[in-house]
């Protein structure tokens, strides 16, 4: 399967602990997104990159969230110090490039759990 | 990007057209209009994309009428499956990829 993928699909942790999140995009995808999804919501947009570059964060993301794409291909999502307000579904994305922006493809999501 | 409006729920029966209209009064010369539909526990997946007119393709219609202010996600002989969450979204072709998604209609299709 050459979807999007991310790992873990759920994860419940205390508060105050920090949570790596990692998502493979499909392979010759050059962008890749972060959503944040909240029960009865539609996603709401984290941040992208164009390759290992990251090109746009939200406001939602606050200083305690921090996302890599290191060599341009998988990227992670840190939560530092979490606050319950963080229990959310986060959701990777991924476009062939930037002429197909609206065409994106959506992981599965990982279900965090702030307890 | 222009703000859309779609009805919050919508119920139908299996084997009925289903149509699920958005209003994008704002919309721009250069937006185009986006459908996505997400199921339970999973990521939105994108459905179809036009500019004016009418697109067709295996999973749906859209239909834009000429002034653009609305259109229509047309999905023919639903069933159950198509139970799902439609988002649609408005904004243009040179966009970052930023989707802006709103709450959706949520399709409930009964037997």
């Known amino acids: 399967d050459t979807g999007v993928s991310q790992d873990p699909r759920h994860k419940i942790t205390k508060r105050g602990q920090n949570v790596t999140f990692r998502c493979d995009p499909i392979?010759?995808?050059?962008?890749l997104y972060w959503y944040r999804q909240t029960l009865g919501q539609g996603p709401e947009f984290l941040t992208y990159?164009?390759?290992?570059?990251?090109?746009?964060k939200s406001r939602l993301l606050s200083d305690r969230f921090s996302a890599e794409r290191p060599k341009g291909s998988f990227s992670t999502l840190e939560i530092q110090r979490t606050e319950q307000g963080d229990s959310a579904m986060y959701l990777c994305?991924?476009?062939?490039?930037?002429?197909?922006?609206?065409?994106?493809?959506f992981g599965p999501g990982t279900r965090l759990t702030v307890t | 990007l222009a703000k859309t409006t779609q009805p919050i729920s919508m119920d139908s029966y299996e084997g009925q057209e289903v149509n699920i209209t958005c209003s994008h009064n704002n919309i721009a010369t250069n937006d185009y209009i986006t459908w996505y539909q997400q199921f339970p526990s999973q990521g939105p997946r994108f459905i179809i994309q036009g500019y004016k007119t009418k697109v067709t393709n295996e999973v749906a219609s859209l239909f834009i009428p000429a002034d653009r202010k609305s259109s229509t996600l047309s999905l023919p002989r639903v069933s159950l499956s198509d139970t799902a969450v439609y988002y649609c979204?408005?904004?243009?072709?040179?966009?970052?990829?930023?989707?802006?998604f709103g709450q959706g209609t949520t399709l409930q299709v009964k037997p």
């Open positions: 979204l408005v904004g243009r072709s040179s966009n970052t990829g930023k989707l802006i």
């Open positions: 392979s010759e995808h050059n962008r």
């Open positions: 990159f164009q390759n290992e570059a990251q090109l746009e």
């Open positions: 994305a991924s476009s062939l490039d930037q002429t197909r922006v609206w065409e994106q493809y």
